[in-house]
């Protein structure tokens, strides 16, 4: 029902309580923008995925078949490289596991024959173009290792959910565009995901993303 008031204004309090509403409105509304489809619900894997990059700060598991002498667990150094029996200084960062287990063969070859070498990554920390950025409004603001079939979900529940005054449904998820050399903005529903459970919010996410939660107003 509208009610007219002709020739009168509106007391004080009920325009007061009208620009409130109004301004609530736009605060709990989602912001607008194109949006991510719907995650599907895929077990996330345990361990880096197939295409993992070594970082600075792994964590390496060296096996060399029939020479256990010659393995080694070691820690990427913070200038990308690892030291292991009989070979110094070997570039690891930006490789894959299987890249770094066939350089270290063609190192060993020179010592013994036809070496069998694996590298497995325990602990990992990727580069920065594998890892998720969390900033702004959140418990604990944090740049993530990405898994693979990562959701938004994961994401905020490593960082420990939304800050008391996020505005959650305002988040932006920026994505660099590998095709055409630009960056990418997306809404979030964070606020309709974490607090109302509407899975429809959650999305998947992809390395070297980074998403951004402002502040509410209020």
């Not at 256990?68 to 009989?86: H, N, S």
């Not at 603001?141 to 490593?158: G, K, Q």
């Not at 899975?199 to 996410?205: D, E, F, S």
């Amino acid at each position: 029902m509208i009610f007219a008031f002709k020739n009168k204004k509106l007391p004080k309090y009920m325009l007061g309580a009208g620009l409130a509403s109004i301004a609530v409105a736009g605060c709990s509304g989602s912001s607008g923008g194109p949006q991510l489809p719907p995650a599907s619900f895929v077990s996330m894997q345990e361990g880096p995925g197939e295409e993992y990059v070594i970082g600075p700060l792994d964590e390496l598991t060296i096996f060399v078949w029939r020479n256990p002498e010659l393995g080694a667990k070691v820690q990427v150094r913070p200038d990308g490289r690892i030291t292991t029996p009989l070979i110094t200084d070997m570039p690891a960062v930006g490789k894959t596991p299987a890249m770094l287990a066939q350089d270290l063969k063609l190192q060993l070859s020179q010592y013994i024959n036809e070496p069998l070498v694996s590298v497995i990554v325990n602990n990992f920390s990727g580069t920065f173009s594998q890892q998720i950025r969390v900033v702004g409004a959140t418990e604990k603001p944090a740049s993530i290792p990405y898994r693979a079939n990562m959701t938004l979900l994961d994401a905020m529940i490593a960082v420990g959910g939304l800050s008391e005054f996020a505005s959650g449904n305002k988040a932006r998820l920026i994505r660099f565009n590998r095709g055409t050399g630009q960056q990418q903005e997306y809404a979030l529903r964070i606020g309709d995901l974490l607090k109302r459970g509407e899975t429809r919010a959650n999305v998947m996410l992809r390395p070297g993303d980074v998403i951004i939660i402002p502040e509410s107003m209020f």
